[in-house]
């Protein structure tokens, strides 16, 4: 929410009141919530795979060393390839509140423009009402005031 902005509740009800900015600042914090929930589960996607291709080597070797030996026995690599190709959930979903957020803020600025180029309208409209008032005097209307 900038800082300043300040929008009238606006009457729900008789008896409730319904506030933009509550809305706003609740959404904000279950955004970040959220944010922090999705970085959790990539460190805990990122440890569950680690240990997965871990297993996976000692079973590898295990398996090797069960075998007869061989001149040619492949070397196992102790760290196999990851495919980065490959997001995760945890990453897609980030992604995904990343771009909310975004869209969030654009949503803000788009309000504060809007609201500046309402209030200039305003003050045009106003202003032109009052030349055209000022038009209507009479030439010899004017002369008894601002003395």
Do not use: W
Request: with cysteine.
């Amino acid at each position: 929410m900038a800082a300043g902005r300040s929008t009238p509740a606006r009457p729900l009800n008789d008896d409730y009141y319904y506030d933009d900015d509550d809305d706003d600042d609740d959404l904000h914090s279950l955004v970040s919530e959220q944010q922090r929930e999705l970085m959790n589960a990539r460190v805990l996607e990122s440890d569950l795979d680690l240990a997965f291709h871990l297993q996976l080597q000692e079973a590898l070797t295990a398996s090797l060393a069960h075998r007869p030996s061989s001149s040619s026995a492949p070397d196992s690599d102790p760290h196999p390839p990851r495919n980065d190709d490959v997001k995760g959930f945890a990453t897609f979903q980030s992604e995904e509140l990343s771009r909310l957020e975004q869209e969030l803020k654009d949503r803000e600025q788009s309000e504060i423009e809007t609201r500046k180029m309402r209030e200039d309208l305003c003050r045009r409209i106003h202003d032109q009402k009052v030349a055209r008032e000022i038009l209507k005097i009479p030439e010899g209307g004017l002369e008894g005031l601002g003395r």
